[in-house]
């Protein structure tokens, strides 16, 4: 099976017009707090059983399973079992021509290597808290520029479709509370008793996270045809990616797991080029981003020894734990151990 794999790996590589190995920038909440998503965006084989997300193959920061994961169900509909209250009181199925829009977009957020360079926060630990109380999150994005006829032709097929809207936002982020508190359905609402037009449904429905962008030269498409380059690699091409996130370590000689055998695979059996990581716009610590402690970290340790009456700076002054950049030797062969 890993050899078929392999075999399979390498011809969808042949196929690929372009192959890049670029660090992925975001971390996605699993199931339970467990950070998902890649190292690194190598190539992945998505078999027959997939049907979303395929065209990101050849350059991918998720895998067959995230991919297929992917779904609105349990957002604007009762998955169908009765079972939670929150999809209960939702505002019945949208289309499935509206929600392949939706789809498409978090491909994208999740399997495109891009996406990375509108990180929204420096430090992407889960556990650690911002100023205002808030957990950092290494998923959530600032303003990635949405092509306008994505935008567009988004609005056209869910106008409308209805979904739970709580003002004044009347967001996506907002639709749990709104549904959980529905029970007379008066938080249904089509899409265009909300939102005016695909520049309004862009810029507001999904708060920061995207914007409506007119300029084709400086946008982001959402889909691409399976088997072609992933036209956004040559879109904001001056735009760095962050710095990568503390504790986040990419391996470089074996930086891809292989999705049968669960191993790590050398960068060259994942298409990548042997010094991947040194590449221009790799997105590496050794390519000039490298992932530091932001610089509250310290004085927010202080200020909780401080309240507990211990010595502030000698609690908070030890060696850092911030991971060393310089990557450790892996082990000979094609594999090495997970």
Not at 127 to 142: H, I
Request: net charge negative; with cysteine.
């Amino acid at each position: 099976m890993a050899l078929l794999h392999y075999t399979l790996l390498l011809a969808g590589l042949v196929l690929a017009t372009a192959q890049e190995c670029d660090v992925c920038h975001l971390h996605h909440s699993g199931q339970s707090g467990v950070t998902t998503g890649k190292e690194v965006s190598s190539a992945e084989v998505f078999d027959s059983g997939a049907t979303q997300c395929r065209e990101y193959q050849s350059e991918s920061c998720c895998t067959q399973t995230e991919a297929s994961a992917i779904t609105l169900a349990g957002l604007f509909y009762d998955n169908g079992d009765g079972s939670d209250t929150y999809t209960n009181y939702g505002c019945g199925p949208v289309s499935a021509t509206c929600q392949a829009f939706f789809i498409d977009m978090q491909c994208f957020h999740k399997c495109d290597k891009n996406a990375g360079k509108f990180r929204k926060f420096e430090n992407c630990q889960a556990d650690t808290v911002q100023d205002d109380g808030t957990y950092f999150d290494g998923e959530e994005t600032d303003r990635i520029p949405v092509r306008a006829s994505h935008c567009n032709a988004m609005f056209e097929a869910c106008k409308d479709e209805s979904y739970c809207a709580t003002a004044p936002k009347n967001s996506i982020n907002e639709i749990e509370d709104c549904v959980y508190n529905n029970w007379d359905g008066t938080g249904c609402k089509t899409f265009k008793e909300v939102w005016n037009d695909g520049t309004d449904m862009c810029d507001n429905f999904f708060e920061t996270s995207v914007q409506y962008q007119a300029d084709d030269s400086i946008s982001y498409v959402m889909k691409f045809p399976e088997g072609d380059a992933n036209p956004n690699n040559l879109v904001l091409t001056d735009r760095k990616y962050p710095n990568t996130c503390v504790g986040h370590e990419v391996n470089v000689t074996h930086p891809h797991v292989d999705a049968y055998s669960g191993q790590r695979v050398t960068a060259e059996a994942a298409g990548c080029a042997a010094n991947w990581h040194q590449l221009p716009g790799s997105g590496h610590p050794l390519n000039g981003t490298a992932g530091t402690a932001p610089e509250s970290e310290c004085s927010l340790c202080k200020d909780c020894y401080s309240d507990l009456g211990f010595n502030a700076d000698a609690e908070c002054d030890a060696p850092s734990s911030a991971p060393s950049q310089t990557p450790s030797p892996a082990p000979s062969g094609g594999s090495s151990p997970k």
